[in-house]
Structures are given as C-alpha cells and as structure tokens.
C-alpha cells in the first residue's frame, strides 16, 4: 500500500528561502516540518524520523554535512533520505555530499520548483530490485571477467550471492542505478 503523505524535513536557517519552499512543498501535499539548523533538525528528527530530510549546506551550530553524517551514524535514521539544496551550487560541496550519502543534491536559483517535487517523489517512492545473474546466459561471465568477479558470482568475502541492485531514478524512461552487491 502506497503511503498517502510522506514528511519532509527541511532545514535551512535562511527563513526566506525555508518559507519559499515550505509553501511549495506544502502545496504539493506533504508534510513539513521545518529547522533552523542541522542541530535544531536532529532535536526535531529524535522526535519524528521524517520520510525524507531537505537541508541547506551552510548553517550556525550544525552545518548541512554535520546533519547528514549524524543521520547516517544512527541506526533509526541511516536509511532517511537528505536532500541538499544549496545557494551556491559548488561543485566541491556536491561532490562531498555525494560522498557521504546524500541523494540529490539542487541550487535554488537554477531547479525549478516542480523538478525538485519530482525529484523528491522520486527519492520517496524510488523501488530497489536485486537480481541475481545466472552465471551461465547471456553475457555473464564477460560481465564476471570485464569487472573482475567471481565467474560464479560469489563475493569474495564470506561466499555470498553477487547480486544486481537497480534502483529506479525515472520509471516513465525506465532508468536505473546499478550496483553490485552482495546478498
């Protein structure tokens, strides 16, 4: 069953730029929950675990990055999806985020609001599949040999299943990520 309202956190201590897109994603049915800073975020966080945490970079106390390796070190909230949205748009502080697990990562004066929307339906009803290759079809072992697998796509580690994990980043276009794993 799909859920009705998902909950987002948004963390910004620019109130202007918090209430903007409060409002939108207000209107587009969620949830919101809003912070000051990525320590006000975490009180608000230990109160309810939001679906989904929207968080500036650059904020008093506890910056956007201090936030989202706080949630990751929790076990209740490792798996909560962070959003950046960002007044500067660097390419070093995407490239960071992006290092320590944030999802998506938006400036504010170049994603128009109904792209963000999107991208945060996306993140929030986004499905993973595990496939497991059967090592004798198709292209199997080519695959095995091109990245260096176990021709019975074992891991290296303990014996384990390798497994395909895609997860779904545009199903209209049917679009994945792909990742190897072990099950």
Do not use: W
Not at 37 to 62: A, Y
Not at 113 to 133: A, N, Q, T
Request: charged content about 25%; overall charge negative.
């Amino acid at each position: 069953m799909e859920k009705t309202q998902y909950s987002i956190l948004l963390v910004d201590d620019d109130l202007d730029t918090r209430s903007i897109y409060a409002d939108i994603l207000r209107t587009a049915g969620f949830d919101i929950q809003e912070a000051n800073d990525g320590l006000e975020g975490l009180e608000k966080i230990n109160q309810h675990v939001p679906d989904l945490v929207v968080s500036g970079i650059i904020m008093p106390r506890m910056d956007g990055f201090m936030l989202a390796e706080a949630l990751k070190k929790n076990l209740s909230t490792m798996n909560v999806p962070v959003m950046f949205l960002s007044h500067l748009g660097r390419q070093e502080d995407e490239t960071r985020a992006r290092s320590i697990g944030v999802k998506d990562f938006f400036v504010t004066t170049m994603t128009p609001p109904h792209e963000i929307i999107g991208r945060i339906k996306g993140l929030l009803v986004s499905s993973d599949y595990f496939i497991i290759p059967n090592p004798v079809e198709l292209d199997a072992q080519k695959l095995a040999s091109d990245l260096n697998f176990n021709r019975d796509f074992l891991c290296s580690e303990g014996g384990e299943k390798l497994a395909i994990k895609l997860t779904v980043k545009d199903a209209r276009n049917r679009r994945f990520d792909a990742e190897i794993v072990c099950l």
